[in-house]
Each structure stands twice: as structure tokens, then as C-alpha cells.
């Protein structure tokens, strides 16, 4: 197969890449069975929890040494009880072998965030205990697999891929708290009904984390919006999706809006495992049984 490919089936087995061949890692897994996107599709929380251990598995075997894997995720409310996923997220990785290198709190505009039920209440009950906040920040967790050598970076290759210092400072990338307008859930986006992160993490990540012409690997690849980053950047993309039914929609978001990224998109292989499942028609329909209600 070729250096650009998205494999559609199930990421805790990633066959087809070999050890250590990876240099970056840019996903945002699918958040554990949120009502509006991922409805009942994990059967329990210790399932969701186990998916997550056999990927980061998988990312430690084909991440290379010294490199990142990051992951935009967030804590999750489901029918009133809070899931601490990205404590135990963290806890899974470094159980793995992973380093702890750093979090950093994407923060979305409060101006796309109204009041809800959830935030309602103390206006309801405007006593002690009532306070329940509503969220505008998820996180970006950052994990190194051991320690990475400077010195083996070609001189050439470094050059070429130098980070904008003024771009740097003006958009604040060196803080820890990003402000990045979120992807809006508008009817005619491509990305309808999927929780698509906007292009701007991937991009940011993509050039702080590795070099031209390395391979970017999302697991959980969705609508391909880092794979799409990826190209742009001059990198090679690699991603794997479960769910059969984002073809099209992948195929439509990496057609080339540019001319730089032609000659990579038409690269790009589409694998079809046995293990690959058809579920977005499912979900979207479990979404419009919950509008109703």
C-alpha cells in the first residue's frame, strides 16, 4: 500500500502498519455514547474503557520513539451521571507506557453555548447545591512514547519545516489554554450529525509535533479532518474509521481545494476490512428518537 491510506474497520487492530512507523498521532475519539452524536453505542462505560486500553496498545507499537500521541477529549454527562473520561483516559496511557507530557484546554466561544437545562436549574433554584455549569472547554491531552532525539532530524528537513514564530505568538499557540471557534452543527456542513473537531487543532498540533514528509496517523479518523490537515501540510495521512457509512463523506472532504494537495490526494488508498460497520444511519436515527421525546 501507499504512504497516504485510510483503512475502514476497527482500530484496535492496526495490521497494517508496522512498529514504529508512525510520527504523530492527531485523533479525537468517539465520545463515550454522547446523546447527540454517540447515542448507546458503547454498552457500558467499562467497554468504552477497554477500547480506548487495546488502541493505546496499538498507538505504543506503531508510534515511533520520542513521538506524540494526542487526543482531544472530554469528560461526558449521560442521563445525569459525569464520566470521568479524561482523568481515566490519561491513567490508560501511561499505564501503557506513555509519557504525561501535557494537557492543554481547548475553550470554544461562550457565544455558541446557551443556557441549559443543566445550567437552567439555579435559575430555577437559587439556593446551595443547585449549580450545575455548562461546558466550553474540552481537553487536548499530549503523550510522548519515551524520550525523542533532536539530533536525528535531517538539517534540510528541519528548515522546511520551521514554525511561523510570528503566527505562534499572534494566535497564543504557547499558552496552554487554546480559544479555537468550534465546528458548528448547521444542516449543511458535510460533517451533519458528526462530532468533527475544527481544522485549526490539527493544524496546530500537526506543525508543533512533527516534521515534513512524516506520517500522521488519526485512529479514529471520522469525517478526515486531520488526515485532510495532514496533506496540506506536506505530510503522509493514515487513519482508520470503523464506520463504513463516512466513505463518502471522506472522499468528498479530501478532494482538493488547492492545487498543493492533488497529487497527494490521489494517493490516497481506501481499504475495506471485514470488520468494518455501518453506523451512522443507526446513530442519527437514535438522536431523532431522543429530539422527540
Do not use: C
Request: hydrophobic fraction near 40%.
Amino acid at each position: 500500500m501507499g504512504k497516504n491510506f485510510i483503512v475502514f474497520g476497527d482500530a484496535q487492530n492496526m495490521a497494517e502498519l508496522a512498529d514504529h512507523s508512525v510520527h504523530l498521532v492527531v485523533t479525537s475519539p468517539p465520545y463515550f455514547n454522547a446523546p447527540f452524536d454517540y447515542p448507546d453505542l458503547f454498552p457500558s462505560y467499562e467497554a468504552f474503557l477497554q477500547l480506548m486500553e487495546t488502541v493505546a496498545k496499538e498507538l505504543k507499537r506503531v508510534l515511533s520513539q520520542g513521538r506524540i500521541a494526542a487526543l482531544v477529549v472530554d469528560d461526558m454527562l449521560i442521563n445525569g451521571q459525569k464520566y470521568p473520561i479524561v482523568a481515566d483516559i490519561t491513567k490508560i496511557f501511561i499505564d501503557t507506557g506513555f509519557k504525561y507530557r501535557e494537557r492543554i484546554v481547548w475553550i470554544k466561544p461562550e457565544g455558541y453555548i446557551r443556557i441549559s437545562r443543566r445550567s437552567g436549574v439555579l435559575l430555577q433554584h437559587p439556593y446551595p447545591m443547585y449549580y450545575y455549569p455548562d461546558n466550553l472547554q474540552e481537553s487536548i491531552l499530549i503523550f510522548q512514547n519515551g524520550d525523542f532525539d533532536y539530533k536525528q532530524i535531517d538539517p534540510e528537513i528541519r528548515q522546511k519545516s520551521r514554525i511561523d514564530v510570528q503566527q505562534y505568538q499572534q494566535a497564543k499557540w504557547y499558552l496552554n489554554v487554546w480559544q479555537i471557534t468550534n465546528v458548528l452543527p448547521n444542516n449543511n456542513r458535510l460533517e451533519k450529525g458528526i462530532a468533527a473537531f475544527p481544522p485549526e487543532i490539527p493544524s496546530r498540533l500537526i506543525q508543533l509535533f512533527s516534521y515534513v514528509g512524516e506520517t500522521v496517523l488519526d485512529p479514529f479518523a471520522g469525517s478526515g479532518t486531520t488526515l485532510k490537515t495532514a496533506l496540506e501540510l506536506g505530510r503522509n495521512a493514515v487513519g482508520y474509521e470503523i464506520d463504513l457509512e463516512l466513505m463518502d463523506i471522506v472522499r468528498r472532504k479530501l478532494q482538493p481545494d488547492q492545487p498543493s494537495l492533488l497529487r497527494q490526494v490521489d494517493e490516497i488508498e481506501f481499504i475495506i476490512r471485514d470488520d468494518a460497520r455501518h453506523l451512522r444511519s443507526h446513530l442519527q436515527q437514535q438522536v431523532q428518537k431522543r429530539q422527540k421525546r
